[in-house]
């Protein structure tokens, strides 16, 4: 069974940057498409981005495009969310998730079959 495991979240001032990474073991990253959610206090989980097995499909949510960028090393098993000029509104929690699909399609939890633990991400002055 896939396991997800994310890192590189942390204390960032607003305009700043991180680069969250999502460690997958227990199967290969080849065969899955990668989805990226967020979760706020007291909010519904969001979808942010989605990439497909191959990375040559991408999708990203309307609140975070043009600022984060999804990417994904297969050989590494790795798949990382580049966060630029993130603002107060980007803290949650921030998960990696899997589909036993290769492709993405919307950015809906209910797809996605396998979750990492969860990083916490905090934009603050």
């Known amino acids: 069974q896939l396991q997800l495991v994310e890192s590189g979240g942390g204390l960032v001032q607003p305009g700043g940057s991180l680069r969250l990474s999502c460690a997958a073991s227990g199967g290969t990253l080849d065969y899955y498409a990668i989805g990226w959610f967020r979760q706020a206090p007291g909010k519904e989980r969001e979808g942010i981005s989605c990439?497909?097995?191959?990375?040559?499909?991408?999708n990203y949510a309307d609140s975070v495009k043009g600022r984060f960028t999804i990417s994904r090393d297969n050989a590494k098993n790795t798949v990382y969310l580049q966060m630029n000029s993130l603002k107060p509104e980007d803290t949650a929690v921030y998960y990696c998730?899997?589909?036993?699909?290769?492709?993405?399609?919307?950015?809906?939890?209910?797809?996605?079959?396998?979750w990492g633990q969860g990083a916490q991400v905090t934009v603050s002055s």
């Open positions: 998730a899997g589909r036993d699909l290769i492709y993405c399609s919307g950015l809906v939890s209910n797809e996605y079959d396998y």
């Open positions: 990439i497909s097995a191959s990375g040559g499909r991408i």
